[in-house]
């Protein structure tokens, strides 16, 4: 169920969609989606109540009434800030697309004050100490210093990457695209410089100013992202020649990016080579990992580490 709530303007009828949110929390979809149906048909421009009415014939297997209520809640609200086409592409109604930035934006200003209780307590989360004890068995393997001048941490969260990394860095920059989150790092007083921006806009801005980062590291970042060959060929313009890109992904046993029930993406093991190859990095790991649990089962994931080619040790690789 949608964390986000926009009211309709019509009393009636959020209270019809709150009625509706406790009969599915009872499990009664059924119920919960004929509420849903009086809701949308007293405010038609009710994005939360389609959107919401969508997830509720999910539940009862029926697809087609799923796409109609989906793409009406992404009608009325075309900024798509619950999601809605990632649910149509999900269910094949829609061609698989980017995260639209008004949803991600919503999905983590909402989580930002019970995000680290969530996800290291309930999901034990371990992504920033896998990337961590990575990159450094990797600066010991290659003859690195353990230190980096400066590091960017893409999507840096509440700050739990820069947390682990921060005993290894002269100058830490976070980016983020949701300002809640960005606030929540702030408060920790570890990183010299924040940002509230889109991460390709970032590192564009940041190549255009010629800025060099000796280690960048993206934690359980780029399941919000189909298309990873751009952001790594972005990110190589910005990382020093003898720099260090690190990053986690979920990944699957099939081909290409498949877009999850959870909304996540997951990305192959030959997708991800092959991205990285064409930004022209090598990788000096690529371990098969998991970075946190769902339903107490580990989620698949890999752990990068990579650097420009010219300056690669391809030895080093793990496959």
């Not at 619950?82 to 980017?98: D, I, K, S, T, V």
């Not at 809640?180 to 007083?189: D, E, G, L, N, T």
């Not at 921006?197 to 590192?203: G, M, Q, R, S, W």
């Amino acid at each position: 169920m949608p964390a986000l709530f926009l009211s309709s303007g019509d009393l009636i009828a959020d209270r019809r969609y709150e009625w509706a949110r406790e009969a599915a929390a009872a499990g009664d979809f059924a119920a919960a989606a004929d509420v849903l149906a009086q809701a949308v048909e007293l405010a038609p421009s009710f994005a939360a109540a389609w959107f919401l009415l969508g997830e509720m014939h999910e539940r009862l297997a029926d697809r087609d009434g799923a796409v109609t209520a989906f793409r009406a809640a992404l009608a009325a609200d075309p900024g798509d800030r619950h999601g809605a086409a990632l649910h149509l592409a999900r269910l094949g109604a829609m061609e698989p697309q980017e995260m639209p930035q008004a949803y991600v934006r919503s999905l983590f200003d909402d989580y930002a004050p019970r995000f680290e209780s969530s996800l290291v307590e309930k999901l034990d989360y371990r992504a920033p100490a896998l990337l961590r004890d990575a990159v450094l068995s990797v600066c010991k393997d290659t003859g690195r210093p353990a230190r980096f001048g400066s590091m960017l941490d893409l999507g840096c969260g509440t700050g739990l990457a820069g947390e682990a990394f921060r005993a290894h860095v002269d100058w830490l920059e976070g980016v983020d695209l949701s300002p809640a989150m960005i606030a929540q790092a702030r408060r920790k007083v570890i990183y010299d410089r924040l940002q509230v921006a889109d991460l390709t806009e970032h590192l564009r801005d940041a190549a255009d100013a010629s800025a060099r980062h000796h280690l960048i590291v993206a934690a359980d970042v780029f399941v919000y992202c189909r298309d990873l060959a751009p952001l790594f060929a972005s990110s190589v313009r910005v990382l020093a020649p003898d720099g260090l890109f690190a990053f986690t992904v979920e990944t699957h046993d099939g081909e290409g990016a498949l877009l999850g029930e959870r909304l996540r993406y997951a990305h192959s093991e030959v997708y991800v080579r092959d991205a990285l190859a064409r930004a022209g990095l090598t990788p000096l790991r690529l371990d098969r990992v998991s970075t946190r649990n769902e339903g107490h089962l580990s989620v698949p994931g890999l752990l990068a580490v990579a650097a420009p080619a010219l300056n690669a040790t391809p030895s080093q690789a793990n496959t």
